[in-house]
Structure formats: C-alpha cells, structure tokens
C-alpha cells in the first residue's frame, strides 16, 4: 500500500480552496443598494436600465422569480458560462427555497473582440426553461438585435419570453414552435391554410352557414400577414411596475442554460 504524501496533498486542498476565491474576485461584487439591472459598460441608456428595472422588479414581486441583467466590457479570461454562473452564485440570485434565480449575460462586441451573451438558470427554472430553450432565446431574441447595436432591444426581447417561460404561461415546448414561425417556412404555412380554407368555401353550396364564409380572398390573405407575423406578439404585454428592488434572496445555480456570440 502506497503512502499518502502529505505534501502533495497538503498543496492540491491549498489549491482548490483559494482559486476559487481568486476566481470570485474577477467577478463584480453584488449591487449596494440591490439593483436587476446592472450595466457597467454604458451601452444602456439611464432610461432604458430603468425600463427594465421597472419590469423585472414587478416580476420578482408577482413571482419571487429573479432575472438579473449584466453587462460586462470584459470576462476577464473567464468562460463564458462559468461567469454567468459565479454571478448567480456570488450575488445569491433567486430565492433560497425556490432557487429561481436567472442571470443573462451580455458582453457587448468590442473592436474585434466578438461579443458574447449567455442566459443561467437556477436549479428550480431549469425544468421551466431547459438549455435548449435558452439557447433558442439567445440566437433568436438577443443576437439579432445586438448585431444592429440595439442591446436593449435584445434584452428586452429576452426578458418578454422568460418571463411567461418562468411564470407558467407558456411551455418551453410551445415557445420552440414559434420561433418556426420566423423562418420562411413558418411564414408561408398560414397563407396556405386561408388559402384551402377559401377554396373550400368557395366550393361549398352553403355558404351561409361555414364559418368565415363571404370574406373576400385579399382579406384572407391579409389575415394570413397578421397571422404570420405575429409572433411572440403576447410576450411583449407585460407591462412595467414601480417600486425598488428589495434585495436578492440565496439562490443556487447547477448549470443550466446556454449562450452564444456574434
């Protein structure tokens, strides 16, 4: 039988308790006073944080469901992931009971360094919003507006599905089909629909009695625009609130989630 070396040993618990704590350092301190939207590259507006503030606070006081929002200029030679994860780890986002906290990401493109967004979930969203449904979030909600420079556009597109994803008002599932809509595909599939609807009226002897019967083809059409381009439109109703944020609450997080750059 071997003998253990003491050293060695000695050494590696050395190691693994205080890189940890370095690693922590890199990571910005916890908000005083406690704030959701945490901005500290200055790509938001004083008014657009305070949008957003006003939504997540109103959230967090209907659900006790947190989001926190964190722009960065730099990770600090941190993956993107474990950033995002020390973040809710080390400001205790969520409630301890629940650990319903959600971190979302943004490191802004800068120069040639691409930018990078990336969306945690604590452990009691993690069935709520799985990693593919963050995924999803990221690439089609964030990245497209934060190409165009828009990154509150980005994040409020962001924050207009998690919120229905967290609260239980849409699956994660029935998200994951409309983001089909927005391909060409998707598009096209409600034109179609009116336009076998409107064939089949128009063969119909009874048209007084099918539901939709005399409406004009151009109008149908025009219903099937709507129809296709409505798109998360439900998501958008949230509507701001008032009042502070009260402070974060001890939530853990496991892992979930996922990101993205551009």
């Not at 979302?104 to 360094?113: A, C, D």
């Not at 967004?117 to 990245?143: H, Q, R, S, W």
């Amino acid at each position: 039988m071997k003998k253990i070396n003491f050293k060695i040993l000695l050494i590696t618990l050395s190691f693994l308790l205080i890189v940890p704590q370095l690693f922590s350092q890199e990571i910005p301190e916890r908000p005083t006073p406690p704030r959701l939207v945490n901005d500290f590259t200055g790509v938001l507006s004083r008014e657009q944080a305070n949008q957003l503030e006003k939504k997540l606070v109103q959230f967090n006081n209907q659900t006790s469901n947190q989001i926190t929002v964190v722009l960065v200029n730099s990770l600090n030679g941190i993956a993107l992931s474990d950033f995002a994860y020390t973040i809710g780890e080390k400001w205790k986002v969520g409630q301890k009971e629940f650990d319903n906290g959600i971190v979302i990401l943004v490191k802004p493109k800068i120069g040639r360094e691409k930018g990078q967004a990336f969306i945690a979930t604590g452990y009691g969203l993690e069935g709520a919003i799985p990693d593919g449904t963050t995924k999803l979030i990221v690439e089609n909600e964030m990245i497209p507006y934060f190409k165009n420079g828009d990154y509150y556009g980005g994040i409020n597109r962001a924050i207009s599905v998690i919120i229905p994803l967290a609260a239980g008002e849409f699956s994660s599932d029935e998200y994951a089909k409309t983001t089909t809509q927005g391909s060409p595909i998707g598009r096209i599939v409600p034109f179609l629909v009116l336009i076998i609807i409107f064939v089949l009226m128009r063969g119909s002897r009874a048209r007084s009695h099918s539901v939709g019967a005399g409406i004009p083809f151009w109008t149908a059409l025009l219903l099937g625009s709507m129809m296709g381009g409505s798109s998360h439109g439900s998501w958008n109703n949230f509507s701001s609130g008032s009042g502070g944020f009260g402070g974060f609450g001890g939530g853990s997080f496991g892992g979930g989630g996922a990101g993205g750059s551009w």
